[in-house]
């Protein structure tokens, strides 16, 4: 039987290393990006992460009682950028908040956001998702950042269905083709990627993790409509993200250069090449003048 995990007082994130030794492990996650520490790497940029989302028809949107989950058939993958080979898109689901300052899994600077999208991808060389989900090259996941604001129309599809999926266990069908890549943000050249885990039991330590730097946005309503769905207990669904965990010796990489509080090691000037180049200028400046008065220029 599987082992009950949750995120109550009783069953949540604090408790769950009785049951998967992996909690102590070196490479958990999610884990706050320091986005100053973060380091740029020009092959993530030249070796463009492609992502080859395709629409299907009859997607089963359910309510696992820990978030609602959407499952993706074998259409879809993703290439490049950090990644090994190609991965398939599995399922995608949410992390959320029972207030808007919570909910993301990531954080950024410190900073939490109101939900957190998972697009959780498994190494295709081993051709299903059960297969892949303990190899140490098997998956791959997309974080995507939710913040309030405007209605998502490509959200509604799935939200407009949390009524009839209320309770654990529940599923619907979308009844329209749907193609996942409307989630993503209008951007996704620029993102964080670091090797981490699994957030949700069994927490295996073999998810190369991208992270989108650019944030997507759903309504209240439609936060408000994930709230309303229920756990086993017929308690709502809501603060079901695990809090960060130590970086330790990993380094986060990212793809984008920023000139600011972004990436440590984009070449740039510092003060002390400042102050060679004004010394090199400073002494050509005198040989020349010294040149031109020889010429009796002057
Ligand atoms: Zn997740």
């Avoid at 299903?128 to 509604?156: C, P, Q, R, Y």
């Avoid at 308690?235 to 990436?263: A, V, W």
Wanted: glycine share 8%.
């Amino acid at each position: 039987m599987a082992v009950q995990w949750g995120y109550a007082q009783s069953d949540g994130p604090h408790t769950w290393f009785k049951n998967f030794p992996v909690v102590a492990g070196k490479r958990q996650s999610p884990v706050n990006i320091v986005s100053k520490e973060s380091i740029y790497d020009a092959s993530l940029a030249t070796n463009r992460l492609t992502i080859s989302y395709g629409a299907e028809t009859n997607m089963l949107v359910k309510n696992s009682g820990h978030s609602i989950q959407v499952d993706a058939s074998d259409q879809s993958e993703i290439f490049g950028g950090p990644l090994s080979g190609k991965y398939r898109l599995q399922q995608f689901h949410l992390h959320w908040g029972t207030t808007d300052d919570v909910g993301s899994e990531h954080t950024v600077d410190g900073t939490s956001f109101s939900a957190e999208l998972h697009l959780v991808h498994y190494n295709f060389k081993y051709k299903t998702f059960a297969e892949a989900i303990n190899k140490s090259d098997g998956l791959a996941v997309f974080g995507v950042m939710v913040t309030i604001g405007k209605e998502h129309t490509g959200f509604k599809h799935i939200t407009d269905l949390t009524s009839n999926i209320r309770q654990t266990g529940q599923s619907n069908r979308l009844s329209e083709p749907f193609n996942p890549n409307c989630l993503l943000p209008d951007d996704t050249s620029s993102y964080w990627t670091y090797e981490g885990s699994l957030t949700t039991p069994p927490l295996h330590e073999n998810v190369t993790w991208i992270v989108f730097s650019k944030k997507i946005h759903i309504s209240r309503e439609q936060l408000d409509s994930l709230r309303s769905l229920q756990n086993e207990g017929g308690e709502p669904i809501g603060n079901n993200y695990r809090p960060p965990l130590p970086l330790g010796d990993r380094k986060i990489r990212c793809s984008f250069k920023k000139r600011s509080n972004t990436c440590l090691n984009v070449p740039e000037m510092s003060g002390a090449c400042y102050l060679v180049a004004g010394a090199v200028l400073g002494v050509a400046a005198v040989v020349f003048t010294r040149f031109l008065n020889h010429l009796n220029v002057f």
